[in-house]
């Protein structure tokens, strides 16, 4: 993302516990968020709660606060986003939910591909103009189900691979697949549009 001009505020799941916004109003001073790789528990559980029962806030429901009043929210795939390895991804209760282009499954929803799985293209989109020729095998995805209102651009097989939504004055997108191994093997990570698919989907995002 850097590559492409954007600054990255990079919080890894240990300081995200602690550090992620609590309110919308904090979210604001960022353009887009973006969920890789990232359980709901995470915001759902800070220590203070965990240790000494103190109420805190739903990031979650910031989030989809965030997103209501004009924010932008990427979810990319990995083994705790969406659903993940044995549902513990659990995003599928929370207000994030709401505004997603995919329902998230309520079961473990990797579908892992040991040997390749080719997105395809199905929907121009001006986030993927710049995108030329044939995606390269991936070795698995989340597995979601396409919202009705959803613009579902690209498929992996037959499930949604790229997605994106409005809601209320804000934006989403889904990347079913994670940003690197082992679901988006050298091949993929290393292929000359690889860096384009990101600065069109958040361009796209945080365009009003």
């Not at 709660?49 to 606060?65: A, C, G, L, M, N």
């Not at 995919?102 to 199905?122: A, I, K, N, S, Y």
């Not at 613009?151 to 499930?159: E, N």
Request: proline share 5%; charged share 25%; aromatic share 10%.
């Amino acid at each position: 993302m850097e590559k492409n001009g954007y600054e990255v505020t990079f919080l890894p799941n240990h300081i995200a516990a602690e550090e992620f916004p609590y309110t919308a109003e904090e979210l604001k001073g960022y353009a887009c968020v973006i969920l890789s790789d990232i359980g709901a528990n995470t915001l759902l559980l800070p220590a203070e709660t965990f240790t000494k029962s103190i109420k805190k806030p739903d990031r979650t429901k910031v989030i989809r606060d965030y997103v209501l009043e004009g924010g932008s929210l990427l979810m990319i795939g990995g083994y705790l986003t969406f659903s993940g390895v044995d549902a513990k991804g659990k995003w599928h209760d929370t207000a994030v939910q709401d505004v997603l282009p995919v329902e998230v499954l309520t079961v473990d929803d990797r579908m892992e591909h040991c040997d390749g799985v080719r997105p395809v293209t199905v929907k121009e989109h001006e986030a993927l103009k710049e995108i030329q020729g044939e995606w390269p095998e991936v070795l698995g995805y989340n597995r979601t189900v396409a919202k009705e209102e959803a613009d579902v651009v690209a498929l992996v097989d037959g499930d949604p691979f790229i997605a994106f939504g409005t809601y209320g004055k804000g934006k989403s997108a889904v990347f079913t697949t994670d940003c690197a191994p082992h679901w988006a093997p050298p091949e993929f990570c290393e292929w000359s549009e690889y860096d384009k698919i990101w600065k069109g989907i958040v361009d796209w995002l945080v365009k009003k």
